[in-house]
């Protein structure tokens, strides 16, 4: 099993930046998928799920109106659209296999950073 995301780096405030999660090793369209976030010195937290058939989405407070959450069964592959980023979405960002209640079901990407400037 491997899920490898991709895509953070360095954004001044406002800006926008598109992360992305390949998957391998496990039925991926059975699954549905999510990332979630930690910050320094603070707990994980979910930012955004998917559904297997790319269906009912959830989405944190904090980030609603500004992240979209994507996928694409046939490239086995999960996406984080985010834009008007604030320095307060500074962290670390996993990719993850999930339950439909979101909780993490027990394989995880690597990370990628994604640090705001403000």
């Known amino acids: 099993v491997q899920l490898q995301a991709s895509g953070g780096g360095l954004v001044q405030a406002g800006g926008s930046l598109r992360l992305s999660c390949a998957a391998s090793?496990?039925?991926?369209?059975?699954?549905?998928m999510g990332w979630f976030r930690q910050a320094p010195g603070k707990e994980r937290e979910a930012v955004s799920c998917i559904s297997s058939t790319d269906g009912p989405t959830y989405y944190a407070d904090s980030v609603k109106g500004r992240f979209t959450i994507s996928r694409d069964n046939a490239e086995a592959t999960v996406s984080l659209q985010m834009n008007s980023l604030k320095a307060e979405d500074t962290a670390v960002y996993y990719c993850?296999?999930?339950?439909?209640?979101?909780?993490?079901?027990?394989?995880w990407g690597q990370g990628t950073q994604v640090t705001v400037s403000s």
């Open positions: 090793g496990f039925p991926f369209d059975y699954y549905a």
């Open positions: 993850a296999t999930v339950y439909t209640s979101c909780q993490p079901s027990g394989y």
